[in-house]
């Protein structure tokens, strides 16, 4: 069992910056995948970010390669995603995820722990 909780969530102009946190309980954080997904009003959730439980494979989609960073600390059971040069279209909700077996690590449904979620909205 896994809880996760996401921090770091706000409103800022493009081309500013984020730094969003997800926090986590549980015995095995460095087994697990991390992910970052979001979700925008009326649209499915987005792979956005992933890396594994040793932080050797880190994996993006390609609309924020170049711009954000997927980074964890298994020490302080943390994982946390750097967002710089934000757009508009960045625009969502963003979950932190962890995924005990992870082959496909940019798929939702390989995730079995969620966040709440945290709100990020840039305004153009």
């Known amino acids: 069992q896994v809880q996760l909780v996401e921090s770091g969530g706000g409103l800022v102009q493009a081309g500013g910056s984020l730094r969003l946190s997800c926090a986590a309980s549980?015995?095995?954080?460095?087994?697990?995948?991390m992910g970052w997904f979001r979700q925008a009003p009326g649209k499915e959730r987005q792979f956005v970010a992933a890396?594994?439980?040793?932080?050797?494979?880190?994996y993006y989609h390609d609309s924020v390669k170049g711009r954000f960073t997927i980074s964890r600390d298994n020490a302080k059971k943390t994982v946390y995603l750097q967002m710089n040069s934000l757009k508009p279209e960045d625009t969502a909700v963003y979950y932190c995820?962890?995924?005990?077996?992870?082959?496909?690590?940019?798929?939702?449904?390989?995730?079995?722990?969620w966040g709440q979620g945290t709100q990020v909205t840039v305004s153009s």
């Open positions: 995820a962890a995924a005990l077996y992870s082959r496909l690590p940019s798929v939702a449904a390989q995730y079995d722990y």
């Open positions: 549980g015995r095995t954080f460095s087994s697990y995948t």
């Open positions: 890396i594994s439980g040793s932080g050797s494979s880190i």
